[in-house]
Nanobody, 114 residues
Framework: QVHVEESGGGLVQPGGSLRLSCKWS??????VEWFRQAPGEQRERVGD???????SYEDFAKGRFTISMEVAKRTVFLEMRNLTPEDTGVYYC??????????WGSGTQVTVSS
């Protein structure tokens, strides 16, 4: 069983920045996606990054969020800037093995508030 764990969440003021981390326990992971879920809302995709370093983003994340991977450290980062209260939610990491086998973390809370 692959273990996936997010960290780095917390309380940040509007306009601030935050960097989330996602670590996994297996070298076979080839793609990592970030999702988020606001209170009372469905989970939505933020973006992803592969072992090649190529990343993609949903429209709301373009220009403000950056996803990167350090393969040797089995870690993916989600760097967020110019945060707004609408970015509040639980952020989840999904690490994917070849064949599409997904492994989810339990999430990390991000709260944007003054």
């Amino acid at each position: 069983q692959v273990h996936v764990e997010e960290s780095g969440g917390g309380l940040v003021q509007p306009g601030g920045s935050l960097r989330l981390s996602c670590k996994w326990s297996d070298d076979s992971i080839w793609l990592v996606e970030w999702f988020r879920q606001a209170p009372g809302e469905q989970r939505e995709r933020v973006g992803d990054v592969g072992r090649s370093g190529v990343s993609s983003y949903e429209d709301f994340a373009k220009g403000r969020f950056t996803i990167s991977m350090e393969v040797a450290k089995r870690t993916v980062f989600l760097e967020m800037r110019n945060l707004t209260p609408e970015d509040t939610g639980v952020y989840y990491c999904k690490a994917i093995q070849p064949g599409g086998v997904p492994h989810w973390g339990s999430g990390t809370q991000v709260t944007v508030s003054s």
